[in-house]
């Protein structure tokens, strides 16, 4: 999938396509569906049950959100047909160069604290895992810690052992804590993915965000592949 965006001459892998590729290397991603129509939109999202969140799907579009491409929660049918109309509106809107490729209808799991969590292809270090709190937290705290790939359970470890992190895994607010495992699991997946032969050759970061930790697990809600520019 990677090899053909390349050679498509494409920048980026799509949410739909991205998320194909976490759930290959063994990363949950909600249960979703993509359309290519208002209508089927609405079938969609009453086929993975309500709530929903729906998105607009662009390999141009790498900030959704920034352009108005994300409605939720969805709780009806014909919510789901309007909010694509509404994600029509602002992204032709805010990005007037963009064209859609469809929606994706994604059961909405909102959770209290997100976190992010990416692989990224250092110019002079190689591959590296970054992981922290993600959301508008990225920006406002700057809560991230970088590893070298591969990752062993030490430097898992490290990286949950943070002070501000393991409150927030803790549990806030009466929310019960984290399951740990399934969250050490996904960034074990993705620092395995960067140890793959020729990786580095082939994208410039794969950017999980937000990704959440429950007491039912770790699921990455939102994705990006962007890619090195090849032929």
């Given at each position: 999938m990677i090899a053909a965006a390349r050679r498509?001459?494409?920048?980026?892998?799509?949410?739909?396509?991205?998320?194909?590729?976490?759930?290959?290397?063994?990363?949950?991603?909600?249960?979703?569906?993509?359309?290519?129509?208002?209508?089927?939109?609405?079938?969609?999202?009453?086929?993975?049950?309500?709530?929903?969140?729906?998105?607009?799907?662009?390999?141009?579009?790498?900030?959704?959100?920034?352009?108005?491409?994300?409605?939720?929660?969805?709780?009806?049918?014909?919510?789901?047909?309007?909010?694509?109309?509404?994600?029509?509106?602002?992204?032709?809107?805010?990005?007037?160069?963009?064209?859609?490729?469809?929606?994706?209808?994604?059961?909405?799991?909102?959770?209290?604290?997100?976190?992010?969590?990416?692989?990224?292809?250092?110019?002079?270090?190689?591959?590296m895992i970054m992981f922290g709190l993600g959301g508008i937290f990225v920006e406002l705290l700057g809560q991230v810690a970088f590893r070298l790939v591969p990752l062993d359970e030490t430097d898992i470890d490290i990286l949950l052992a943070n002070r501000l992190v393991a409150r927030a895994l803790d549990g806030l607010r009466g929310d019960p804590p984290a399951d740990r495992d399934s969250l050490k699991a996904v960034i074990r997946a993705l620092s395995a993915f960067g140890t793959r032969r020729n990786i580095a050759e082939s994208i410039i970061e794969i950017e999980i965000n937000p990704l959440i930790a429950t007491a039912r697990g770790a699921v990455a809600l939102d994705a990006l592949v962007l890619l090195r520019p090849g032929s």
């Open positions: 498509r001459g494409d920048t980026a892998l799509s949410e739909v396509e991205s998320k194909a590729l976490l759930r290959e290397i063994g990363i949950p991603t909600p249960a979703g569906r993509s359309v290519a129509s208002a209508a089927a939109a609405a079938e969609a999202a009453t086929a993975v049950g309500f709530p929903v969140a729906v998105k607009a799907v662009s390999r141009s579009l790498t900030h959704k959100t920034d352009a108005g491409g994300v409605v939720f929660p969805v709780m009806t049918a014909a919510d789901a047909t309007a909010a694509c109309g509404l994600i029509v509106e602002r992204v032709a809107r805010a990005r007037p160069d963009v064209t859609l490729d469809g929606f994706l209808v994604e059961a909405y799991q909102p959770a209290r604290v997100e976190w992010i969590l990416s692989l990224r292809i250092d110019p002079q270090f190689g591959p």
